[in-house]
């Protein structure tokens, strides 16, 4: 069974991170007879129809109907054989269980015993991400943040033994989450040094930044000393989000969840956001759990800117500063240089912000 215990984020991590989604063993129609076979299967017959959803993720996707019902179909193809949709899969019933809007999911398989890749059937959700939303200048922002921080609360309330990445072994023997790391410390500095390296090698930074970077890291080591950890999403973003202009119908692809910090999915969406979002996020999660976390600031900027290294080296290694704004990162209008120039003018003010303490309304 494959494990993610060298894994800090799996996007900039993984074997194959930086190569383009394709079947290398399968051509189409080969492809789309094991997916025949996959829902024969699960629907105990043929009558049906699937189409690709192009979906711009790590994983393949499809839309299938059936007796005038719709399905998600979503399979991991990988040369690494990761097996996490499992672990997903338990995720998703459990946050749909504290009251957050989640897919059903009807079947998950990653054994590849009956075809060469992993695999979950879900409910469809009929609404757009609210990211196309946002790039259409649609979407109600604001009022959707404070929902946003709602719900991050509501996840928190899911707390488990250990931290990082869940262990698929003990979920199969125990039925039970439990992170694979036994300090969150561990799991934080997990692949920094080589995230670091990386954004030096390939010049994003030069060698006093990435030292700076790992002192500002190391004056503020005591935040890390977690008792316990509580469920965090690790992709939060609005393409993650399901919904209209005003209302949020679905969070989806918790296929990067981890036990952590309750800091760490606000940090994320500061990773794109600009401060009116991030307080609206922090009043709406305030409301449910009464108060912020302690030390909630320096945690901020500390997870924002171990976040803002790990999304320069996938845009880096990925080539997204050379991409125009069709691609889902980039904002209508703007390019991958603006985009070059946002990432560096985030992880400058984390580290800031971590030296000084700053306030939110300073992002």
Not at 47 to 72: C, I, P, W
Not at 169 to 186: M, N
Not at 222 to 240: F, I, P, T
């Amino acid at each position: 069974m494959i494990s993610r215990e060298n894994i800090y984020y799996w996007k900039s991590d993984r074997e194959s991170a930086f190569e383009e989604i394709e079947n290398v063993d399968y051509d189409k129609e080969q492809m789309e007879i094991l997916i025949q076979k996959v829902l024969e299967t699960f629907f105990g017959e043929s009558e049906f129809t699937f189409r690709s959803a192009h979906g711009q993720g790590n994983h393949m996707t499809y839309l299938v109907e059936y007796k005038d019902t719709k399905y998600f179909l979503r399979l991991e193809n990988g040369q690494e054989n990761d097996n996490y949709m499992e672990v997903e899969a338990t995720v998703l019933n459990k946050v749909g269980s504290v009251g957050v809007p989640t897919p059903k999911v009807y079947a998950v398989d990653v054994s590849r015993t009956k075809v060469p890749f992993t695999y979950q059937i879900m409910e469809y959700i009929a609404y757009p991400d609210l990211n196309s939303l946002y790039k259409k200048k649609t979407l109600d922002l604001l009022p959707i943040a404070e929902s946003i921080g709602r719900n991050i609360a509501k996840w928190q309330s899911l707390t488990f033994s250990g931290f990082g990445p869940f262990n698929n072994q003990i979920l199969r023997q125990e039925q039970k989450l439990v992170g694979i790391h036994s300090s969150y410390r561990d799991y934080f500095f997990l692949n920094l040094d080589t995230h670091l390296d990386f954004l030096v090698s390939h010049k994003f930074l030069i060698p006093g930044e990435a030292q700076e970077i790992k002192n500002v890291i190391n004056e503020k080591v005591d935040l890390l000393a977690l008792k316990k950890g509580c469920l965090v999403h690790k992709d939060m973003a609005l393409w993650n989000i399901l919904g209209s202009h005003r209302e949020i119908k679905s969070f989806i692809d918790w296929d990067d969840t981890i036990s952590g910090d309750p800091m760490d999915d606000i940090s994320l969406l500061a990773c794109f956001h600009s401060r009116d979002v991030i307080i609206e996020v922090l009043r709406g999660y305030s409301k449910v759990m009464g108060s912020l976390p302690e030390n909630y600031l320096d945690r901020f900027w500390l997870h924002l800117l171990r976040n803002m290294i790990v999304k320069a080296v996938i845009r880096v290694g990925g080539n997204y500063f050379s991409k125009q704004d069709d691609f889902f990162l980039i904002d209508t209008g703007q390019s991958g240089t603006t985009l070059e120039e946002h990432t560096k003018k985030r992880m400058e003010i984390a580290i800031r912000g971590l030296r000084e303490t700053v306030e939110i309304n300073k992002l």
